[in-house]
């Protein structure tokens, strides 16, 4: 038996309706396997700083620590600055060394891409985005504040060491998507750069990019400056197999991403501690919809999305893949779906439907 001790929260906005059914998905995938599954809530957000002053206890990562994983809702919330809620966030993928953002961006059967795909045309991709330092380091200030004369100062910081493991990890994808045998594609990882217009941080990028891959000789190189990416991502998905990306680029690119593959209903992500020295966290990439807090009409296919990679990584592979393949026999159904993938469905039936599908899988096997 293979016990993990989740912490679980909502936070803001339909976090909680979305993260309620993931929790019920996961505990249906777990029902007759010998992993187990204990979840913790801890209602930090936003409702917790209005009565607090603080996103989290002070010492939330101390608390989360002795978990094996995260599970997280959505933040943000009209009446907390975005920089305020939002740090909630960045703390705990910086604090606990979340150095990998790993984004998938697969097109399942059943939902349409707002693109048009030349036939045959299958988009499968994953992003790796660098996620603790880069643009967001929080480093630079504002000098003669409110003068005409401001300057702002936003510095991204690249260490060779913070560079190099994010690339490692994603030539490591590679090899080991291929050696799943993921399609016919031959392992490639795209670098995503800039280095044509930052020469200081993308030609560093790019240098540690060429040393890394010269380890990997059967995956193939690939580079792409972000903005021409863009452009290719939409006209050719099919194309791409890993992208790395840093912090910045690597949020942009997966919103993009997130629309090609059917929207952020379906968009899941984890922030991944791959040496599991820390606990990983994993969450759907949309934010709180405020606005529809409380109407139970939001898609929680990303948040179940998400719980299936934490499974994933905590080890509880077949009981992920479970989800996964429960996840896809609904959407391909198209009979219970959100409004965003124009069905009528609540969040709770999505969630009904992706239980009741577990079941009737693991009957068929
Ligand atoms: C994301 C979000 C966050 C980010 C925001 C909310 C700080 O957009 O997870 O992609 O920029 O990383
Ligand atoms: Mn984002």
Redesign the pocket.
């Known amino acids: 038996q293979k016990a993990y001790k989740i912490a679980t929260i909502p936070g803001d906005g339909v976090g909680y309706e979305v993260i309620e059914q993931g929790v019920a998905v996961l505990e249906e995938a777990v029902k007759n396997s010998n992993v187990s599954l204990e979840f913790t809530f801890f209602p930090w957000g936003s409702d917790y700083y209005i009565d607090n002053g603080m996103m989290m206890p002070k010492d939330a990562l101390e608390i989360l620590k002795g978990f094996d994983a995260i599970y997280l809702g959505a933040i943000g919330d009209p009446r907390v600055p975005d920089h305020v809620s939002?740090g909630m966030?960045?703390e705990i993928r910086k604090g606990f060394d979340q150095y990998i953002n790993l984004r998938p961006i697969e097109l399942l059967e059943g939902i349409d891409s707002p693109i048009k795909l030349a036939p045959g045309a299958v988009i499968d991709m994953v992003v790796v985005r660098e996620n603790t330092e880069g643009e967001y380091s929080s480093v630079g200030g504002r000098f003669k504040k409110g003068t005409p004369d401001e300057v702002a100062l936003q510095t991204g910081v690249f260490s060779r060491k913070g560079t190099e493991r994010v690339i490692r990890y994603a030539f490591d994808l590679a090899r080991k998507r291929a050696a799943a045998g993921n399609g016919e594609k031959a392992p490639m990882v795209t670098n995503c750069t800039k280095s044509n217009a930052l020469n200081y941080s993308m030609v560093l990028w790019d240098e540690v990019y060429d040393c890394v891959a010269a380890e990997y000789k059967e995956v193939a190189r690939d580079k792409a400056l972000v903005d021409a990416l863009c452009m290719w991502m939409v006209r050719k998905p099919q194309y791409f197999d890993v992208i790395v990306a840093s912090n910045l680029f690597g949020?942009i690119i997966?919103d993009l991403g997130a629309a090609i593959q059917g929207g952020m209903g379906v968009a899941a992500g984890g922030n991944i501690n791959p040496e599991k020295v820390y606990p990983s966290m994993f969450e759907p990439?949309h934010g709180s919809a405020p606005k529809y807090k409380g109407k139970y009409v939001s898609n929680p296919v990303a948040t179940i999305l998400a719980g299936a990679m934490m499974l994933d990584f905590l080890g509880a592979v077949d009981e992920g893949k479970a989800v996964l393949d429960a996840v896809k026999s609904v959407l391909k159904e198209k009979k219970v779906r959100t409004y965003d993938l124009g069905g009528n469905s609540s969040t709770k039936d999505v969630g009904r439907a992706i239980i009741e599908a577990i079941g009737n899988n693991q009957i068929d096997a």
């Open positions: 939002l966030l960045l949020d997966t990439i």
